[in-house]
């Protein structure tokens, strides 16, 4: 069984392990995934070395902020995958749905007592941190938190950076040893361990597992649940089965054209893939084995550049380093910033030039204004943006191009910079199936200038913040077939 690399492990508390502990238990809340995960490795890992049973404990709390119908019913199809698979391999796996808010207290501090190590998920951003911390703190067993967001440990460089450029240049020199110990596809393959039989006294009847009516996310069963019911499912499925078929479709299909195509909008090649990266039903390592298989890739054919340019440095092809720089620069780039600053997701977070250039034109008039509820409904006068609007409300995704053009306009369209910044995250986070991710806030705060520079000329409203209009989005790109998928009659 491969070691994992010390960076990516910590200790959240400085219990001790149990050593009469019964099982070794893996709370799984950001890495849902069977396979690639350094978590569930470290878990079986020790479970095999102390001959203990391995239990996962799989939660979905309710009451959580823009919890919807949307974002249970994916992460309800992926607990489904996870009771097949595991109890094919007879690991004892809990999943636990939240009936109301708190109702879930307690479970894991009554599981933790009969436990030798809890091994958890580590993650960046959203209430996820400070669950961790908090519940570390109640348990009076060792909790180690397991890295397994990225290519990176999230927690490895020490300094954040203003630009992807910078990043680069920082991956250029420090990324090769990450390599050389990738998370295992199956840790459980070839692994006996015991069977966990008996959970501690009263578990199941307090906290009863969720039906497999649930596990389908039923509609009938979500109804029950207390979500936010205007955001309904998507048509897109959740869990690692789904998301490895349209990772093997992608790199099949349309990876060859992803540098060509990936900006027009009516076009389908771009991955797709954020919704399972957010929800840790698939793993970048996954996504970049099934990337450079093709070309029987190896680490020792990366360029030892270190000038932070992104053409040449993977030695791939045009379309797989395109794919490959949005996939671990700009995404781990994101995980860097949410690691290392508290203030993620607040305003003053943004660069000093950015805020000055906003402050300079926060009064000037706008010539559109929209209320939120406005916005949410697609009612402005701009067809291209409301037609992303109602992407966004029906598929929970924009195309990546025009969610750039849908973030700027929002800007330009609200009372102040702080409202707009508000209105994003909340439209975003609320309707996106990727939403609430290190991306979310990278990619809303780029908006307004996170990793970017000033630009000429200087314009009402956004001053040196980078411009974009739905008029030259209609230049660059055949704009009509988008229009006509995401009309207001459809
Ligand atoms: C206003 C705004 C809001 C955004 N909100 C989100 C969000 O909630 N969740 C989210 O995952 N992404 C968000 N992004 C970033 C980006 O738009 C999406 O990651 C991308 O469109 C997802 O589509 P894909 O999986 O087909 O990407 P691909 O182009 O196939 O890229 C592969 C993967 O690389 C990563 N990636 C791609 N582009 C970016 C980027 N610009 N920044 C960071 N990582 C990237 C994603 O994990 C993506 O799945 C946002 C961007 C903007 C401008």
């Not at 097949?84 to 636990?96: C, I, K, Q, S, T």
């Not at 809890?118 to 909790?143: G, H, I, K, Q, S």
């Not at 349209?246 to 076009?267: H, I, K, N, Q, T």
Request: glycine share 6%.
């Amino acid at each position: 069984m491969s070691s994992i690399q010390a960076p990516r492990l910590r200790s959240v508390n400085d219990r001790p392990e149990q050593k009469d502990g019964a099982f070794v238990l893996y709370w799984m809340t950001a890495a849902r995934r069977p396979g690639w995960n350094f978590a569930l490795q470290r878990a079986v890992r020790v479970a095999e070395r102390k001959e203990l049973p391995l239990v996962v404990l799989e939660g979905l709390r309710a009451g959580y902020r823009w919890a919807s119908p949307r974002h249970h019913a994916f992460v309800l199809q992926g607990m489904r995958d996870h009771a097949e698979h595991f109890a094919a391999r007879g690991v004892r796996y809990l999943p636990y749905v939240e009936p109301a808010p708190g109702a879930g207290r307690g479970l894991l501090a009554a599981l933790a007592k009969r436990a030798a190590l809890v091994v958890a998920d580590d993650w960046p951003c959203f209430f996820l941190p400070r669950m961790l911390t908090r519940a570390a703190a109640e348990l009076d067993v060792r909790v180690e938190a397991v890295d397994a967001a990225g290519i990176v440990p999230f927690r490895v460089p020490e300094t954040t950076f203003p630009t992807a450029y910078a990043f680069r240049r920082w991956l250029q020199k420090h990324l090769r040893p990450y390599f050389d110990e990738p998370p295992l596809a199956d840790p459980l393959d070839g692994v006996r361990l015991p069977r966990a039989d008996a959970l501690p006294r009263g578990v199941e009847s307090r906290w009863p597992l969720a039906s497999p009516a649930l596990l389908a996310a039923e509609p009938a069963e979500l109804a029950r649940l207390p979500l936010d019911r205007a955001v309904a499912p998507v048509a897109r499925e959740g869990g690692f089965v789904a998301g490895r078929r349209a990772l093997a479709d992608f790199v099949r299909r349309r990876l060859p054209r992803y540098a060509e195509e990936r900006s027009e909008p009516a076009g389908d090649a771009s991955s797709g893939l954020s919704p399972w990266l957010h929800y840790g039903h698939v793993s970048v390592h996954e996504v970049l084995a099934a990337v450079t298989a093709r070309e029987r890739w190896t680490p020792q054919r990366l360029a030892s550049t270190t000038a932070g340019k992104k053409e040449g440095w993977w030695n791939l092809d045009a379309s797989a380093e395109a794919f490959l720089d949005e996939l671990v620069t700009w995404r781990e780039l994101g995980f860097n910033f949410c690691a290392r600053r508290p203030d993620y997701d607040r305003y003053e977070s943004l660069p000093d030039w950015a805020r000055a250039t906003l402050d300079l034109h926060a009064q000037d008039p706008r010539e559109h204004r929209y209320t939120r509820d406005e916005l949410e409904s697609s009612a402005t006068h701009d067809p291209l943006w409301n037609a992303a609007q109602r992407q966004l409300a029906r598929e929970g995704i924009i195309h990546n191009y025009l969610r750039m053009l849908w973030g700027k306009k929002v800007l330009e369209w609200s009372p102040s910079p702080q409202a707009a910044l508000e209105t994003l995250i909340e439209l975003n986070n609320r309707w996106a199936i990727d939403g609430r991710d290190p991306n979310s806030y990278s990619g809303i705060f780029w908006v307004f200038g996170r990793y970017d520079r000033p630009w000429a000329p200087e314009r009402k409203v956004f001053g040196s913040i980078r411009y974009m209009s739905s008029q030259n989005t209609a230049r660059k790109f055949d704009v009509e077939p988008y229009l006509e998928r995401y009309g207001p009659s459809t």
